[in-house]
């Protein structure tokens, strides 16, 4: 039979495979040295990547309360159409609710994303941007695509508890 001298070869041929024990310690050679990682995270512009430009979320500068008019920072009756809360990850509004997906532009006062909204027993994705203007005190909601408001959306930023 000719399969024996083979198979009597085998464990051989896998010791051969395993590289000789006293290259341990060595460095490897220039063909087997991982990739470095692109300081832009490998998606090819050469930005940071969103995670070193101060996170992955909503940018601080835009979260809080946001009302289109006054009366929606100080309603107590729970009217405020116009009231927008924004954390790290999502927007809520009167009926709504919209959760961060897939970010498009961020910096440290803006942002735009596709954004899941979901409310009212209905669930749509949408384009959005919001971004800070006027110093801070206020926030700029624009909306792209089908379907999407004509004009921006202009909020004032609503006094934190303590000040109101």
């Not at 051969?16 to 220039?30: K, R, S």
């Not at 440290?108 to 994705?125: K, L, N, V």
Request: glycine content about 12%; hydrophobic content about 40%; some cysteine.
């Amino acid at each position: 039979m000719r399969s024996i001298p083979f198979l009597a070869a085998l464990p051989a041929l896998a010791l051969a495979a395993c590289g000789n024990p006293a290259d341990e310690g060595e460095a490897p050679a220039a063909s087997e040295e991982a990739m470095p990682v692109e300081p832009d995270g490998g998606i090819g512009d050469g930005a940071a990547p969103l995670d070193a430009a101060g996170g992955t979320g909503i940018p601080a500068a835009l979260h809080g309360r946001w009302g289109l008019v006054a009366a929606d920072c100080t309603s107590t009756r729970g009217d405020a159409k116009g009231l927008i809360e924004i954390d790290d990850r999502s927007v809520t509004f009167y009926e709504s609710r919209a959760t961060l997906d897939e970010v498009a532009e961020r910096d440290a006062d803006s942002i735009r994303a596709t954004f899941d909204f979901t409310g009212e027993g209905m669930e749509w994705t949408r384009d959005m941007a919001l971004a800070s203007a006027g110093g801070g005190a206020e926030l700029v909601r624009t909306e792209y695509g089908e379907g999407a408001m004509p004009e921006p959306l202009r909020y004032t930023q609503c006094p934190s508890e303590g000040d109101a």
